[in-house]
Nanobody
């Protein structure tokens, strides 16, 4: 079983910065794309960043030029550096990874963390 754990959430002032981390543990043989999602109350979950195994990144317009995703495959960790935060960024942020598990080539599956709260004050 694979477990993902987010950290780094909290309260921040508008215009401030915050860095989220997400470390994966378990029987992982390799990790493909890594993702960050967020979900605010009453809203659908929204993808805010993706980084491929080749370190190619993509962002939606809502966070482009403000958020930066990065990965460290040696520690099975994905990061999200958030800058110039505004109240609209308030949400629970989730990490997700496509992981290969099992012996040999194994099986590819998507795994999710439980989320970390990010609150940007008014």
């Amino acid at each position: 079983q694979v477990q993902l754990m987010e950290s780094g959430g909290g309260l921040v002032q508008p215009g401030g910065s915050l860095r989220l981390s997400c470390a994966a543990s378990g029987s992982i043989t390799s990790i493909g794309p890594m993702y960050w999602y967020r979900q605010a109350p009453g809203k659908e979950r929204e993808q805010v960043a993706v980084i491929t195994s080749d370190a190619v990144t993509r962002y939606p317009d809502s966070v482009k030029d403000r958020f930066t995703i990065s990965r460290d495959d040696y520690s099975n960790t994905v990061y999200l550096q958030m800058t110039r935060l505004n109240p609209e960024d308030t949400a629970v942020y989730y990490c997700s990874m496509r992981c290969r598990t099992g012996k040999g080539w194994g099986v590819w599956s998507d795994f999710w963390g439980l989320g970390t709260q990010v609150t940007v004050s008014s």
